[in-house]
T-cell receptor
């Protein structure tokens, strides 16, 4: 059983389109995150949710909107996609904000905007 | 704002060598620090988690140490193998901000 699963694994789309990436965790964690890994492989936090409540919202364009329907799911919707949005997006989860047992990451979604 | 630096950025060694990867961070007020490895085109695999009250953690050939007061952590890999080739990432969890902040990683290549 995959602990943190993301779909799709690959996403190729045209500029201006709207797309969503889904994330589900079966670890019973109450906190979930979205990270972006750019072309230089640098990982940067985008959002975090604790018990479905938005906790961290870094400087991310308004075109990115996370949605957490329940503690096990955190989806990322992106409007009006731009070339610069091309990156690998990672979902992660932890138990509690202090994460005594560490973060668990999904395998990533490679988004390519053409 | 937490900044994480990993040195060296890249490292190439022959099989069997012992090696040390360094991580430094600017804000010592952390809950814990986690080391990950990332294989090309893959996700992140957690290697070790050190709580702020701990000095080191060991898992097999890996040993991670933490000196919170000086803002440093090291990952020691004993008897390196070609399968250890990957990018190693260090990530402290701040008490303020409450999300892992990553360094840019050390890319390790172990040749047989």
């Amino acid at each position: 059983d995959t602990a943190v699963s993301q779909t799709p694994k690959y996403l190729v789309t045209q500029m201006g389109n709207d797309k969503s990436i889904k994330c589900e965790q079966n670890l019973g964690h109450d906190t979930m995150y979205w990270y972006k890994q750019d072309s230089k492989k640098f990982l940067k936090i985008m959002f975090s949710y604790n018990n479905k409540e938005l906790i961290i919202n870094e400087t991310v364009p308004n075109r990115f909107s996370p949605k957490s329907p329940d503690k096990a799911h955190l989806n990322l919707h992106i409007n009006s996609l731009e070339l610069g949005d091309s990156a690998v997006y990672f979902c992660a989860s932890s138990q509690g904000m202090t994460s005594n047992y560490g973060y668990t990451f999904g395998s990533g979604t490679r988004l390519t905007v053409v | 704002k937490q900044e994480v630096t990993q040195i060296p950025a890249a490292l190439s060694v022959p099989e069997g060598e012992n090696l040390v990867l360094n991580c430094s961070f600017t804000d010592s007020a952390i809950y814990n620090l986690q080391w990950f490895r990332q294989d090309p085109g893959k996700g992140l695999t957690s290697l070790l988690l050190i709580q702020s009250s701990q000095r080191e953690q060991t898992s097999g050939r890996l040993n991670a140490s933490l000196d919170k007061s000086s803002g440093r952590s090291t990952l020691y890999i004993a008897a390196s193998q070609p399968g250890d080739s990957a990018t190693y990432l260090c990530a402290p969890l701040n008490q303020a901000g409450t999300a892992l902040i990553f360094g840019k990683g050390t890319t390790l290549s172990v040749s047989s």
